[in-house]
């Protein structure tokens, strides 16, 4: 198809609090609360006619931006400020696909964040936002789903000087290629501070959900787990064999092992995995892991080669996903992979699949992949649009953890809450305590979210119900 130009007519952002049932802690944080952002877009197409659409994804402290000079509430403010460049700019822009305003913009984007200490990860968040809602009106104003717009490429995907790796690739038939995927695993995630069994517990929340790991294992009999390290390879390798004689219990079980970049370098991370291999309780797990993700702190991640480690499992890049050419940064240095994440942006993971292809393609055996990562996708609008990318691009499992440390549509109203389970009765489970996202022997059923015209949901939240987002602080004075 002819993708359609459109051009930004009007912007509405919007956010509301969230508080978590249990802390998680990944990296050098602890989250016990957070704030979500909510944004709505209306387009004016060329040729005439108007839609709006939405996006939603969490304001996640100390992860897009880790600099400890940051608090955590200017670590909102900033990417609140990322979302603010990418809305002004593109409302004062042309007529474009949906492709070209994100290509056409990337550059002055990433500088005009750079000239206010926005790194470029921050920057990603608020092109993705906007981009997403953007998506979302045009998918709606021609009546289309997500994945059947991309197989069209409605968004009008082509080589462009932003990926020069990538200038003779037919776009076209790799989008057209896609065969998505309906129904996917859900790797859950066990955060550093997640008891493993009751013993592990001095209170309970007893709000009637799994607490431990035990009791997740027990619920909602999952086959694919991601389990965090702290850096420190003692009291890792001991909290991994504690986590093993747990999942050991399993019929059959795969696992990928995070770093959030905890390690100083390459060869920390080769230590945590010598002193895994050397410990007998560990036997089955280090079988069962099937990647690490970014292990190495990310002022160093792409500095030196990977060299021993990745030639023991395939490594992928996450935190350093900041660049557009982050991924062909990575392959020089021996990583194999690369994360998807929405709040990193719809067209930075299609950008990375077609990479994936085409390097494939030069290999007797696939050795370069996407994997599905989560960033408490909470639910609704924001988990629906993250599972429409990833399963749209074909992926079987995907990590999921908004479900876990957050009950359901807690902070929502429950008249909204009703409206998704009743759009998405696949996606989502009725229980005494409200619509919740619904996991059953492991698995996420996504039917509904790939057939609903738009981005993965066919109902928007309620706005109404939300604050309005304030101008953002930053830079601070």
């Not at 093993?244 to 995070?258: E, K, M, N, P, T």
């Not at 480690?309 to 020089?332: H, M, T, W």
Request: charged letters at 25%; one cysteine or more.
């Amino acid at each position: 198809m002819t993708a359609p130009r459109f051009r930004l007519l009007e912007v509405e952002r919007y956010e509301w609090p969230f508080r978590l049932r249990m802390p998680f802690r990944f990296g050098v944080i602890t989250v016990t609360h957070g704030r979500q952002a909510v944004v709505r877009a209306r387009i004016g197409l060329e040729g005439g006619g108007e839609a709006w659409g939405i996006a939603a994804e969490t304001l996640a402290a100390k992860w897009f931006d880790k600099d400890p000079r940051w608090s955590d509430a200017q670590n909102e403010e900033q990417l609140r400020r990322a979302l603010d460049l990418a809305c002004v700019a593109t409302l004062t822009g042309g007529a474009d696909t949906a492709f070209a305003h994100f290509a056409n913009a990337y550059a002055d984007h990433v500088a005009a964040c750079g000239r206010e200490d926005l790194n470029p990860l921050v920057a990603s968040y608020g092109r993705a936002l906007l981009d997403r809602a953007m998506l979302d009106a045009l998918l709606k104003a021609r009546g289309m789903s997500f994945a059947n717009g991309m197989r069209a490429n409605i968004g009008g995907m082509a080589p462009h000087a932003v990926i020069p790796d990538l200038a003779g690739l037919d776009f076209g038939r790799m989008l057209g290629s896609l065969t998505p995927s309906r129904r996917m695993h859900a790797r859950h995630t066990v955060g550093l501070v997640d008891p493993i069994t009751a013993a592990d517990q001095a209170t309970r929340v007893d709000d009637g959900l799994p607490e431990t790991v035990e009791e997740v294992a027990a619920t909602y009999r999952h086959a694919w787990w991601k389990l965090k390290v702290g850096g420190n390879v003692a009291a890792d390798v001991d909290r991994l064999c504690r986590i093993a004689s747990v999942l050991d219990r399993l019929h059959g079980y795969h696992v990928s092992l995070d770093g959030n970049e905890q390690y100083e370098d390459a060869e920390g991370v080769l230590a945590l995995w010598r002193a895994m291999q050397a410990e007998p309780r560990l036997a089955r797990l280090n079988a069962s892991i099937a990647f690490i993700e970014q292990p190495v702190k990310r002022a160093k991640a792409l500095d030196g080669a990977m060299g021993a480690l990745a030639a023991e499992r395939p490594v992928i890049v996450d935190e350093s996903d900041g660049p557009l050419d982050a991924f062909v940064q990575a392959k020089a240095l021996g990583y194999a992979g690369i994360s998807s994440k929405a709040c990193k942006g719809v067209w930075r993971s299609l950008v990375n699949l077609a990479r994936c292809r085409a390097w494939n393609a030069a290999e007797p055996e696939p050795r370069y992949f996407m994997s599905a990562e989560d960033l408490t996708t909470l639910a609704g609008a924001c988990v629906q649009q993250d599972l429409a990318l990833v399963g749209t691009m074909g992926l079987v499992h995907v990590e999921r953890n908004g479900h876990h440390f957050v009950d359901g549509f807690s902070g929502r109203p429950k008249a909204e809450a009703v409206r998704f389970l009743e759009a998405h009765p696949d996606l989502y489970a009725d229980t005494p305590r409200g619509p919740r996202l619904a996991i059953r022997e492991g698995m996420l059923e996504l039917g509904s979210v790939l057939d609903a015209v738009g981005l993965g949901a066919a109902i928007e939240p309620d706005t109404a119900a939300m604050e309005p987002m304030r101008k953002p602080d930053w830079p601070p004075a």
